[in-house]
């Protein structure tokens, strides 16, 4: 069961990573808005698109990634304080109640808002360049496949949960930089203690 969660996080991670690099196509896009438009005095006509393209891009994309590394903001001032298994509990009822239906409903919604786009080859109304928007529209239902995918992952995790008592482990490629120092104290201070033996 442990490979099936890693291959779905790594799928996750796979597809959020590589949607990441289109921060760099946001970054050189909107500076090179600024440099033409206040050095230059020759704004583009797609700037504005390009930018908000590859944020939506960036943004869907990242849904699943984040649902994998637990990185979604919750209210967990009580949370917090539950063992593993009341934890896992609340979330089981959770997925089930709230985040398949909502998922669902990304899918459906998504796949005809795609479909229409795609069949229209729509382009942005927003400036005269006519960049084409439908690509970043067949990211929807896309997303909610992955969102879907994840959900499944988190909800075994809920049941393998109850069923032991203890969270199963996750992928972790990112770290904390507060806890890299705090290990590194940690290390630091067993060798002295060591060294003084």
């Known amino acids: 069961m442990t490979k099936f969660l890693f291959f779905i996080d790594e799928l996750s991670t796979w597809v959020g990573k590589s949607f990441a690099w289109l921060i760099l196509v946001l970054t050189l896009g909107v500076s090179y808005e600024v440099f033409v438009r206040y050095v230059l005095r020759a704004p583009t006509t797609w700037a504005f698109d390009i930018s908000y393209i590859s ?111 203890q969270w199963p482990q996750r992928l972790h490629d990112v770290e904390e930089t507060e806890s890299l120092i705090v290990r590194e104290r940690q290390h630091a201070a067993e060798q002295e203690k060591g060294a003084g033996a």
């Open 55 to 165: 944020y939506g891009a960036m943004f869907l994309m990242a849904g699943a990634y984040t649902l994998s590394r637990n990185g979604h903001v919750r209210a967990d001032v009580v949370y917090r304080l539950w063992s593993p298994r009341t934890q896992a509990k609340m979330d089981l009822v959770l997925y089930i109640l709230f985040f398949l239906p909502a998922i669902a409903a990304l899918m459906y919604s998504g796949f005809n808002y795609a479909q229409m786009s795609v069949r229209f080859r729509e382009v942005s109304i927003f400036s005269p360049a006519g960049v084409p928007v439908f690509p970043l529209k067949v990211l929807i239902p896309i997303t909610g496949f992955l969102l879907f995918l994840q959900g499944v992952a988190e909800i075994i995790r809920c049941v393998l949960c109850i069923r032991t008592g």
